[in-house]
């Protein structure tokens, strides 16, 4: 069953599977995802691992964020799902965006990471500096539009319909399989909350920084050696000079670590957790060598 728990970003929705005993192992969604994103995957795993998934402040079923996106709120938001759950230590599993904060949380809190499969994660490595991102700005635009007297009702409003429309497009050009594996219903009253969809573009807004952040948390702390694997999604490719790019960038995130893996996954768009379950709890017994 889920359980709501404190941290200094806000309160966290959290959702424990598998047995008490087991070894620990946590999911953290992409941009816009949550636990909607995990069921396939945590039925694989929860027979005999304890599966951990949650959703980032002010998304999901989180309540609302008490401090903007950074990579110091997410190792505070990871180090409050790890003390809630009473583990000392975990393999943690960052689909997309999440993978610079398992990145960063390895590196800053290298004694709590048993291990770490990121999942098509944003292609950032080392020497990217503070990237530009159109995405990033037209969040911003969006944003700022929002706090215009009259705009923030109508975008309200429009959450309900905008929201749920946005999820549905994810799918269309991100998803191979093009469904989702919660309930519908569910999902779509997510987003269509007005709190939800600022919450992602603050995410969104601040993607730059975020990246900025783990570059200076990159030049002062070395990640430990671990057992850790970079996936790729064959559909989420793109062109050949984007697909060129990813997978250098996720190649390089590899080599970040001795011996670290990086593997192409085929009949995937870049929401991996949805399309290749089977292939992410594979990743995740290897990595946990179970």
């Known amino acids: 069953m889920p359980s709501l728990i404190s941290s200094p970003a806000g309160l966290l929705r959290v959702e424990v599977d598998g047995p008490a005993a087991a070894e620990v192992v946590v999911l953290s969604a992409g941009l816009g995802g949550g636990w909607f994103d995990w069921p396939a995957v945590v039925?694989?795993?929860?027979?005999d691992l304890r599966v951990v998934c949650f959703d980032r402040p002010g998304t999901g079923d989180s309540g609302p964020a008490l401090a903007p996106p950074s990579l110091a709120?997410?190792?505070?938001?990871l180090d409050?799902?790890?003390?809630?759950?009473?583990?000392?230590r975990a393999v943690l599993v960052g689909h997309s965006i999440a993978g610079l904060h398992v990145e960063g949380y390895a590196r800053l809190r290298p004694d709590r990471v048993a291990g770490a499969v990121l999942l098509d994660p944003s292609p950032e490595p080392p020497g990217v500096g503070r990237p530009f991102d159109g995405e990033a700005v037209f969040a911003r635009v969006l944003l700022a539009l929002g706090r215009v007297p009259g705009m923030r009702r109508l975008g309200r409003a429009l959450a309900g319909w905008s929201g749920p429309a946005s999820r549905r497009s994810v799918l269309r050009?991100?998803?191979?399989t093009h469904r989702e594996v919660a309930p519908l219903d569910r999902i779509e009253a997510v987003y269509r909350r007005p709190e939800v969809i600022g919450a992602i573009l603050d995410e969104l807004a601040a993607y730059p920084d975020l990246v900025a952040e783990l570059e200076a948390v990159r030049a002062r702390h070395p990640l430990p050696e671990l057992?850790?694997?970079?996936?790729?999604?064959?559909?989420a490719l793109g062109r050949p000079r984007q697909a060129r790019r990813i997978l250098a960038g996720h190649a390089r995130l590899a080599r970040l670590v001795p011996g670290g893996g990086h593997e192409l996954v085929q009949?995937?768009?870049?929401?991996?957790?949805?399309?290749r379950p089977d292939t992410v709890a594979e990743a995740v017994r290897r990595v946990k060598g179970v």
């Open 43 to 47: 039925a694989l795993l929860a027979a």
């Open 73 to 77: 709120r997410e190792v505070a938001v």
């Open 80 to 88: 409050a799902v790890l003390d809630g759950v009473g583990a000392a």
């Open 173 to 176: 050009t991100g998803s191979h």
């Open 227 to 235: 057992p850790w694997l970079v996936l790729t999604a064959a559909g």
């Open 267 to 275: 009949r995937c768009g870049h929401m991996m957790p949805l399309d």
